[in-house]
């Protein structure tokens, strides 16, 4: 898919651990600052939360994991709304516990603080922000579900998707882990697709308490 004849401005976006990594037409790049984008882009594909239910069960994450049976742990699960602003780990996994009957994965709970910043913007920009799980589009991508991206030949099959299906697949970029940047070239693939209608939606339609679609686009 030629992203040159699109011309609402798109991109996809992952995180990394130099803070953002944004794939885009005109090649990727890292920012710290998730608000940069605003100006910037039309459509911002995000491999991050954007909606909460009030218990965290959303159906695009059970119909997102249901996709990938052998990969299903890559879908995090998603914090309930009324506990996204407790920033201690202990407090918030016992106060799940209580409530929920059931505890907060610590690797979960590592990305609230991004999962925080999204919503905010998500909520001052509603139509801006579309949720994507690069797993699912990859597999979307190969028709099958993907090796780990962790090892070597993870990696190469997603370089080679990505050239067939993105026209490219760049991988080194300062402040940005490879398998990072490849993700956000596939959000970017999926996020193109929303933007031509051509996309499939995870989810039952449901919004969250603040008007936000619990949604998982492919």
Not at 19 to 27: E, F, L, M, T
Not at 55 to 70: I, V
Not at 152 to 157: D, Q
Not at 171 to 188: F, R
Request: overall charge neutral; some cysteine.
């Amino acid at each position: 898919m030629n992203d040159s004849e699109i011309e609402v401005r798109v991109c996809g976006v992952d995180g990394c651990r130099g803070g953002w990594v944004v794939a885009s037409a005109n090649g990727e790049f890292v920012t710290q600052d998730l608000a940069y984008l605003i100006p910037m882009f039309d459509i911002i594909g995000i491999d991050m939360p954007i909606g909460m239910s009030a218990d965290g069960r959303r159906a695009c994450d059970t119909e997102a994991r249901k996709a990938l049976p052998s990969r299903g742990s890559t879908v995090f699960p998603v914090p309930p709304r009324s506990l996204i602003d407790i920033d201690d780990y202990a407090r918030a996994n016992q106060q799940s516990k209580e409530r929920f009957g059931r505890g907060v994965p610590r690797q979960a709970f590592a990305i609230w603080p991004r999962i925080r910043l999204l919503d905010v913007l998500a909520q001052r920009y509603p139509s801006r922000f579309v949720e994507v799980h690069p797993e699912c589009s990859f597999a979307r991508m190969a028709g099958r579900v993907l090796p780990t991206k962790h090892g070597e030949a993870g990696k190469n099959i997603r370089k080679k998707i990505l050239e067939k299906h993105l026209g490219r697949a760049c991988v080194a970029l300062e402040g940005a882990k490879t398998d990072d940047v490849l993700d956000a070239q596939a959000v970017l693939w999926s996020t193109l697709r929303f933007v031509r209608g051509v996309h499939e939606t995870l989810g039952d339609g449901s919004v969250d308490e603040c008007g936000l679609p619990m949604r998982i686009v492919v």
